[in-house]
């Protein structure tokens, strides 16, 4: 990847599921440090030390299944509900809005235009210092889905074959 970076053939370097741990390694042992390195980021898994740890090495944290794949009953919370509400907006564009403001990137997935067409209309309104801190309650600082720090997890990813 870095020669391609260095012969101009790509812009960037991205990286996925890289924890602290692991990234600092990967930017001590190599040249060039990745510009974004894409996480499970939602309000139930927020990853604000880990938000901290990236800004402070130049790495941009982007969020993958930032509605948590609708996991845990994600548009139905109660608290969302009641933010969504109040600005006359859906849960989903709440949480879009929301990780945005931390400056977080977001690549959320639909399969109807309808809502990918929703999902990028977040730019007409801003959540107050009151309602993005109300909503850092609901973190549990776990994944919905699986850890990438456990070995076996770490092996059965490994094994499979790319389909790109
Ligand atoms: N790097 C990684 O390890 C990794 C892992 C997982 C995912 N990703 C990437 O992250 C992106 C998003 O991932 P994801 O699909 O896992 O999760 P997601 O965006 O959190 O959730 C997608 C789900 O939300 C629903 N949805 C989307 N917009 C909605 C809206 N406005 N209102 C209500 N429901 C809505 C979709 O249903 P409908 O389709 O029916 O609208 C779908 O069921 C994808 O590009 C994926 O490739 C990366």
């Known amino acids: 990847m870095e020669d391609l970076y260095k012969e101009g053939k790509v812009r960037a370097i991205g990286v996925a599921n890289f924890q602290p741990d ?4 990967l930017i001590i042992n190599n040249e060039i440090v990745p510009a974004i390195n894409q996480i499970e980021t939602h309000p139930f898994h927020q990853q604000t030390e880990t938000q901290k740890f990236l800004q402070e090495n130049n790495v941009q944290i982007e969020s993958w299944g930032p509605f948590a794949e609708g996991k845990n009953n994600m548009f139905q919370n109660e608290l969302l509900i009641s933010i969504a509400q109040k600005y006359d907006k859906s849960v989903a564009r709440v949480i879009l809005r929301w990780l945005t403001q931390r400056g977080v990137i977001v690549i959320p997935k639909s399969l109807r235009k309808e809502r990918i067409v929703e ?45 790109v």
């Open 119 to 163: 999902n990028f209309n977040i730019f007409d309104f801003e959540l107050s210092a009151e309602d993005m801190e109300a909503i850092v309650s609901l973190d549990t600082k776990k994944s919905l889905f699986f850890d990438h720090r456990d070995p076996e997890m770490v092996k059965w990813l490994g094994n499979r074959k790319l389909d």
């Open 22 to 25: 692991r990234l600092i390694d």
